[in-house]
């Protein structure tokens, strides 16, 4: 079965700073998609990145990236110049065909 | 933010009552999702629905159901609530592609005492 874990609950970062969160996950797929959705406290979630696995080049969204890493099965996600509004819960998560697996989430502090 | 919605946003109930959470999305989707979410654990897929009149359930044993009469509307229903129905319940729904992007409602906070 497939599994997206990650092995940080809680992280934080200084406003202005990089903070790379982790994300690993199991498949023995070589065809699927990679997401990275923000959770803010009493928020609705939203998607941050998407990243197809059949694309060599990392996807980027302004002060968001990945670093996928197919052959580890490992899919960071950068945040540069962090922002007080980028405090949330950060999870990864794993989707083929119409399944969606998610890990257990990051807890992000923006420290002023 | 994307076109969907839920409600009640938080509910405090008390055993054995019947309730009902709404869902409704405007952006035509046929792909709707209920998802179970715990502080500190990743979401669990209780029910899905491809289309009008199809339902299936998910991964995580469920005592809830779902209905799916009209595309925009998948209310999911707990017939008689118990205290370990206590969690967050999250709506999502995609398009059509084979593995599309999920947008998520606000979510349900629900408390059975």
């Known amino acids: 079965a497939q599994t997206v874990t990650q092995s940080q609950p809680e992280m934080s970062v200084q406003e202005a700073e990089t903070v790379t969160l982790s994300c690993t996950y199991d498949?023995?797929?070589?065809?699927?998609?990679l997401f990275w959705y923000k959770q803010p406290p009493s928020r609705q979630m939203i998607l941050v990145i998407r990243?197809?696995?059949?694309?060599?080049q990392n996807a980027t969204e302004n002060r968001f990236s990945v670093n996928f890493q197919k052959a580890a099965k490992s899919f960071s996600l950068k945040i540069s110049d962090s922002q007080l509004g980028d405090a949330a819960m950060y999870f990864c998560?794993?989707?083929?065909?119409?399944?969606?697996?998610f890990g257990t989430g990051t807890s992000l502090t923006v420290i002023p | 933010e994307a076109d969907i919605y839920q409600t009640p946003r938080y509910l405090v109930i008390g055993t054995g009552k019947k309730i009902t959470l709404e869902c409704s999305q405007t952006?035509?989707?046929?792909?709707m999702y209920w998802y179970q979410q715990d502080p500190g654990m990743e979401l669990h897929l209780i029910h899905y629905?491809?289309?009008?009149?199809?339902?299936e359930k998910g991964d995580l044993s469920s005592e809830s159901t779902v209905s799916r009469i009209r595309t925009e509307h998948f209310p999911l229903t707990l017939e008689s609530a118990r205290p370990s129905h206590t969690s967050q319940y999250l709506c999502?729904?995609?398009?059509?592609?084979?593995?599309?992007?999920?947008?998520f409602g606000p979510g349900t906070r629900l408390t059975v005492l």
């Open positions: 999502a729904s995609s398009g059509d592609s084979s593995t599309d992007t999920q947008y």
């Open positions: 498949t023995s797929e070589s065809d699927y998609y």
């Open positions: 990243q197809e696995a059949y694309k060599q």
């Open positions: 998560a794993y989707g083929l065909g119409n399944q969606f697996y």
């Open positions: 952006m035509g989707h046929d792909k």
């Open positions: 629905s491809y289309g009008v009149n199809s339902t």
